[in-house]
């Protein structure tokens, strides 16, 4: 648990005198949805190149055959103050302060008692191409300034294996220089990243009348303070602006053109163009969390902070990158795409984003060969998303319970289609992306279910729900019911496209049996009931495991899993996270109001919330389900899980974003935003 | 499939154009059980370190974290030949012979023409520090000849994965050489193994009349033909004799006194005691296969060879270890120990090598701490034994499926020891090992299983029995039963223990309320059953599995995950390899003659026998159970495995040791052996 920021109306702020903080870090990640780069001060003067994390959506590189990490680039946020030729020493706190109504980072210290610092820095969300920092260095006019500034190309991999509970200390560097250019007041280095082969340039422009510039053979430059020795005791201010364009080989709908005037003030003006849009849309209802919340100053905040990093960590424009499951704010997780965008966390883009929004689904779309490659693996028809995966489609997880079993990510994808086709009767996205999507992972379904030799009952072998303690088992029923929810979409696209567009329905080659075939699947899949108490349940081996007191696997907020391992906990009879009563608030209308509290009653005990996910879907099933105690008291669980490092992993593993999404959601039903529901 | 062995009564012989061939070298491995090599060709032209495998019983070094594979050593099986100061060329074929009566194997060719060369080698199985070489050159007076000889420090390992279908190419050396001393005709090589800090000492000897020493700075000396001025067109023979003694910092029960004479003629009488004393206990009965086999002599041969290489591959004198899945012939498995030894192969050491038989069981006891510790790691109480292990103890298994739910291992472990105590009434072992072992591997079952809300059943929840292809499943026959095995010899000996042992019952706190719910535990174990027939099947998830027709299937002897993955075969109604049918094996008391014949009705005809264990055992329950034409059906698929390749693996990863302990299994119990049952 972490205590020390301070939350203002529309900003966070820290004041400490440590330059290394990686929870700070985390939460003062910034970004513009393309470019992102955790909160690190980069006159710090320790050299850490592997938390310094500077990430471009969609840049992986090969850390073994066919597996990727999310590269950590080269960085420009580095920049080295030389005082008298030495390193200053320093006599100040430590002021963090990120701006959320403007989307800009400022940190501002002394040195050696009488040197002011102050750093700022911002992503352009007008043109993402640009990342831009202003430098402001007040010092007497008669001490010696020096900056090394460049690109930190000591930035590393250290990939983290997806196993929760394995460390990794060795790392990898995946980016190798391959072109160095010097040129006036700015220096172009190309890069190549490993296994991949993309190419990353990185373009830095140095502005600044108080400095001289002077290159080097590698991607530094120094600047040396110019002096003024006529009045030696006053006080002199350097400042200089630093402008990195960033482009990759695999860049698609950016600009291409030169900015008319690179000056901070001319991006900084377009981009608050865009947060002030933002904000129209997106702000909270400020009245509402007043009246209602006892702690209302601090939710605000940071429902503001929630709402910010979800704008912040999706590359709007981008129909070929998601979301990863920490955003661009670390490399957990291999920096990979899961069902947390499709679930979690586009929610909150359908409501205030179309073409965001849109772009996610397209990601799907623009995978669905990809997802038929691996069907194809699995010696199975049609198509299967995979459960972890980056660049390519391809299944990045590497941990067989989970990649191989952890299967309802397929009917994920197509209900987070839908969701979008409903919300704006998006006919065209429909017929020509939606329809064959749906049919494909209908296809794969039937492959993957298993009639019994009753030829009544179609069982979903050797799987595994969201409730990733539950072994591997048959028919859960998140699972089942997404897929009954996915062979109906499928069943109506067939019939859609067989009357308005015959090629695509030829080409697919569908056919009246197998349409038939998916209807009688839809039919026999089961809903796993307890045998006692005839309630559904979360699968057909639940009722077999051994009842536990929670209160000892689980004394505090962090993950049991940390002390007792999975292999245990899968013959517990508890949830890891939201299970049926994630389901539940997914496709309410399924289910009764009295199944739905039945399940209330009968899991929310039983949950340890061992997933970030988890306070929030309670939140969102409580208010959904007009039980307000609870939900106010999952909300706020939720709410401040990254801010006050709940589970003690913020630092470690960057920004929550499925949680994010997930109390974005809550929230919205709760009545908190602008946007009513 | 593989047909160019020459298969006589005692011999196994190729000839052939390759010097390289994986095939070959698995086939004509030879070892003492201590010490192993690969058969390949001292003078073979090409470097190719990691498949000249030489093995030394124990000797793992670190490839990861706590993760070991099994050290290829430097090895002195490193001959290279100079003709007038050139490589010469074969001109002839290359006869292997491997002599199964006197452990001897023996390479002839021919050079440029005129030059024969003849190599011999065996293994000391009277002092097993010793590797002794002999190589005799006859070639044309004039002709120079210049041997390389030494240790090979170039061998390293090129670890496998454990998941079956993936590959690597990867190598990496675990022996850094730590000293090198010259002395005379002899040099002195010690290395450091990585992670296990291992100190392994290589003291190699030369000696000849025919050749000049000439020492270098490396493990190697050049050797000088001292030739024949006189008579220039006659044929000179020059021969040396090479000795290699190996020894190792965790050496136990070995000599280490100097041997009298150094000579290869003292070393092979010595040697060839030990072998006829063998083979007066091992031997065939080839009157009984003359007169039952139609390819009777094959049948001889290779029913020998098998005899032959379950001799080789096991350290008889060492309590510290076991045999490999694949003994000393390959690093297939990192080497690792599995059931195998203790189902498969402790029966041939117990019939014919107590004290083998003793301290491959001694090896379980003292790993006992490392099964506490497993135990407790994984939240258990008591002892459980790891799936795959080497030096220490610990879980080397890396995949989740196979290493957190194969779980019968450690009944198979009680299983065994307590047939070694059935034979030979040790009841010093018993009361001192045994029962300890019994007691804390009941306690694991205890803490293991699940009772259901009833409390009348103890279902074993997320398990996998032999059958890998039955995915992760509840109560496995196999395993249910073998536990029930254990807990009866565990309640057993602690009344025993309280009777003949006070000391021992009160030190590890055995109360009557554990014995009890031990007790209880054993007849609320469940056998599962299929639904509809009522007989005993594999366990509770197999009636739900697809029917397949498996000729299409697995067309070919060659194993279906070649062509189909794991993932999918887990949902076909089929058996990866003998599950029921070996249980019905190992505990036939326990099943009627009609549940035998039923199980045998219902599972040989969904067995693909994709492991190689598969064969034999469908043999041993034949016989044991009066299916004469499939048991010879089924024994002369399983005999001739290794010796046709039949599942294209041999070259690649080495014997099948548990597949030929199972033949001998099988052999026994059909009489084919001197030994009757």
């Given at each position: 648990m972490r205590k020390d920021l301070i939350l203002e109306p529309w900003h966070i702020k820290m004041r400490s005198n440590d330059w290394v903080d990686d929870y700070a870090e985390t939460i003062f990640f910034l970004g513009n949805g393309r470019i992102g780069c955790r909160g690190y001060i980069p006159f710090e003067p320790e050299n850490r190149p592997i938390q310094q994390g500077l990430f471009l959506a969609g840049t992986f590189g090969e850390i073994k055959p066919r597996i990727t990490d999310f590269v950590n680039l080269p960085t420009p946020v580095f920049d080295r103050i030389l005082i008298n030729n030495k390193p200053g020493r320093l006599t100040s706190e430590i002021v963090r302060d990120l701006d959320l109504e403007h989307s800009i980072l400022t940190f501002e210290f002394t040195l050696n008692d009488t040197i002011q610092i102050k750093a700022e820095r911002f992503f352009s969300s007008d043109d993402v191409r640009f990342m831009i920092q202003r430098f402001t260095i007040k010092a007497p006019s008669n001490v010696s300034i020096t900056i090394d500034t460049g690109i930190n190309e000591e930035s590393c991999n250290c990939p983290v294996p997806d196993d929760q509970v394995k460390e990794n200390t060795e790392t990898i560097n995946l980016s190798k220089r391959i072109s160095l250019t010097h040129h006036n007041d700015?220096?172009?280095?190309?890069?190549?990243?490993?296994?991949?082969?993309?190419?990353?340039?990185?373009?830095?422009?140095?502005?600044?009348?108080?400095?001289?510039?002077?290159?080097?053979?590698?991607?530094?430059?120094?600047?040396?303070?110019?002096?003024?020795?006529?009045?030696?005791?006053?006080?002199?201010?350097?400042?200089?602006?630093?402008?990195?364009?960033?482009?990759?080989?695999?860049?698609?709908?950016?600009?291409?053109?030169?900015?008319?005037?690179?000056?901070?003030?001319?991006?900084?003006?377009?981009?608050?163009?865009?947060?002030?849009?933002?904000?129209?849309?997106?702000?909270?209802?400020?009245?509402?969390?007043?009246?209602?919340?006892?702690?209302?100053?601090?939710?605000?905040?940071?429902?503001?902070?929630?709402?910010?990093?979800?704008?912040?960590?999706?590359?709007?424009?981008?129909?070929?990158?998601?979301?990863?499951?920490?955003?661009?704010?670390?490399?957990?997780?291999?920096?990979?795409?899961?069902?947390?965008?499709?679930?979690?966390?586009?929610?909150?883009?359908?409501?205030?984003?179309?073409?965001?929004?849109?772009?996610?689904?397209?990601?799907?779309?623009?995978?669905?060969?990809?997802?038929?490659?691996?069907?194809?693996?699995?010696?199975?028809?049609?198509?299967?998303?995979?459960?972890?995966?980056?660049?390519?489609?391809?299944?990045?997880?590497?941990?067989?319970?989970?990649?191989?079993?952890?299967?309802?990510?397929?009917?994920?994808?197509?209900?987070?289609?839908?969701?979008?086709?409903?919300?704006?009767?998006?006919?065209?996205?429909?017929?020509?992306?939606?329809?064959?999507?749906?049919?494909?992972?209908?296809?794969?379904?039937?492959?993957?279910y298993t009639y019994d030799s009753t030829g009544n009952t179609a069982n979903l072998l050797f799987c595994k729900g969201p409730d990733e303690y539950c072994g591997i088992t048959t028919n859960n029923l998140f699972t089942n019911v997404m897929v009954q929810h996915n062979l109906r979409l499928a069943i109506k696209a067939a019939s859609d496209l067989k009357q308005d567009n015959t090629k695509t329905y030829n080409r697919l080659g569908i056919s009246d049996s197998e349409i038939k075939a998916w209807s009688r699947l839809e039919k026999d899949i089961p809903w796993p009931r307890d045998p006692e108490s005839g309630h559904l349940t979360t699968d057909d081996t639940f009722h077999l495991l051994e009842k536990v007191d929670i209160s000892k696997l689980k004394p505090d907020d962090s993950a049991s899993y940390h002390t007792t391992c999975f292999d245990r906990l899968q013959r517990y009879k508890v949830v890891k996270q939201a299970d049926v009563i994630l389901l539940m608030t997914r496709l309410p209308e399924l289910f009764s109001k009295k199944e739905r509290l039945t399940a209330w009653n009968d899991f929310e005990p039983l949950c340890l919330h061992d997933s970030t996910l988890s306070f929030a879907s309670h939140a969102l099933f409580a208010v959904q389900n007009g039980i307000t105690d609870k939900a106010m008291y999952y909300f706020s669980k939720a709410l401040f899980l990254d801010i006050y490092d709940v589970m003690n992993n913020t630092g470690k593993e960057g920004l929550h974003m499925a949680g994010m999404g997930e109390i974005w959601n809550a929230a919205y039903f709760m009545g908190l935003l602008k946007l009513k529901p």
């Amino acid at each position: 648990m972490r205590k020390d920021l301070i939350l203002e109306p529309w900003h966070i702020k820290m004041r400490s005198n440590d330059w290394v903080d990686d929870y700070a870090e985390t939460i003062f990640f910034l970004g513009n949805g393309r470019i992102g780069c955790r909160g690190y001060i980069p006159f710090e003067p320790e050299n850490r190149p592997i938390q310094q994390g500077l990430f471009l959506a969609g840049t992986f590189g090969e850390i073994k055959p066919r597996i990727t990490d999310f590269v950590n680039l080269p960085t420009p946020v580095f920049d080295r103050i030389l005082i008298n030729n030495k390193p200053g020493r320093l006599t100040s706190e430590i002021v963090r302060d990120l701006d959320l109504e403007h989307s800009i980072l400022t940190f501002e210290f002394t040195l050696n008692d009488t040197i002011q610092i102050k750093a700022e820095r911002f992503f352009s969300s007008d043109d993402v191409r640009f990342m831009i920092q202003r430098f402001t260095i007040k010092a007497p006019s008669n001490v010696s300034i020096t900056i090394d500034t460049g690109i930190n190309e000591e930035s590393c991999n250290c990939p983290v294996p997806d196993d929760q509970v394995k460390e990794n200390t060795e790392t990898i560097n995946l980016s190798k220089r391959i072109s160095l250019t010097h040129h006036n007041d700015s220096l172009i280095a190309k890069y190549l990243i490993t296994g991949t082969h993309l190419k990353i340039t990185e373009q830095l422009t140095i502005h600044t009348n108080d400095f001289e510039i002077k290159h080097t053979n590698e991607a530094l430059m120094h600047l040396d303070a110019i002096m003024n020795p006529a009045a030696s005791n006053d006080i002199t201010t350097y400042s200089y602006e630093k402008f990195t364009q960033i482009n990759s080989s695999r860049d698609i709908n950016l600009s291409d053109s030169t900015p008319d005037v690179i000056s901070f003030q001319n991006f900084y003006n377009k981009h608050l163009d865009f947060w002030k849009e933002k904000w129209d849309i997106c702000d909270i209802d400020s009245n509402i969390i007043v009246k209602e919340f006892e702690n209302s100053a601090k939710t605000i905040t940071a429902l503001r902070y929630n709402i910010f990093q979800l704008i912040n960590n999706c590359s709007r424009l981008d129909p070929t990158v998601s979301i990863g499951a920490r955003g661009l704010t670390h490399t957990r997780y291999k920096g990979c795409y899961f069902w947390d965008t499709d679930i979690f966390m586009l929610p909150f883009y359908l409501a205030t984003d179309k073409e965001a929004a849109k772009n996610l689904c397209m990601y799907r779309i623009n995978n669905l060969d990809a997802a038929r490659d691996y069907a194809k693996k699995l010696n199975l028809s049609g198509a299967r998303f995979p459960w972890m995966t980056s660049f390519d489609g391809s299944e990045q997880c590497e941990t067989w319970d989970i990649g191989c079993s952890e299967i309802h990510i397929t009917a994920d994808v197509v209900y987070a289609i839908n969701n979008y086709i409903q919300k704006y009767n998006d006919q065209d996205f429909y017929i020509n992306h939606a329809t064959e999507l749906y049919i494909e992972t209908a296809r794969y379904w039937l492959s993957r279910y298993t009639y019994d030799s009753t030829g009544n009952t179609a069982n979903l072998l050797f799987c595994k729900g969201p409730d990733e303690y539950c072994g591997i088992t048959t028919n859960n029923l998140f699972t089942n019911v997404m897929v009954q929810h996915n062979l109906r979409l499928a069943i109506k696209a067939a019939s859609d496209l067989k009357q308005d567009n015959t090629k695509t329905y030829n080409r697919l080659g569908i056919s009246d049996s197998e349409i038939k075939a998916w209807s009688r699947l839809e039919k026999d899949i089961p809903w796993p009931r307890d045998p006692e108490s005839g309630h559904l349940t979360t699968d057909d081996t639940f009722h077999l495991l051994e009842k536990v007191d929670i209160s000892k696997l689980k004394p505090d907020d962090s993950a049991s899993y940390h002390t007792t391992c999975f292999d245990r906990l899968q013959r517990y009879k508890v949830v890891k996270q939201a299970d049926v009563i994630l389901l539940m608030t997914r496709l309410p209308e399924l289910f009764s109001k009295k199944e739905r509290l039945t399940a209330w009653n009968d899991f929310e005990p039983l949950c340890l919330h061992d997933s970030t996910l988890s306070f929030a879907s309670h939140a969102l099933f409580a208010v959904q389900n007009g039980i307000t105690d609870k939900a106010m008291y999952y909300f706020s669980k939720a709410l401040f899980l990254d801010i006050y490092d709940v589970m003690n992993n913020t630092g470690k593993e960057g920004l929550h974003m499925a949680g994010m999404g997930e109390i974005w959601n809550a929230a919205y039903f709760m009545g908190l935003l602008k946007l009513k529901p």
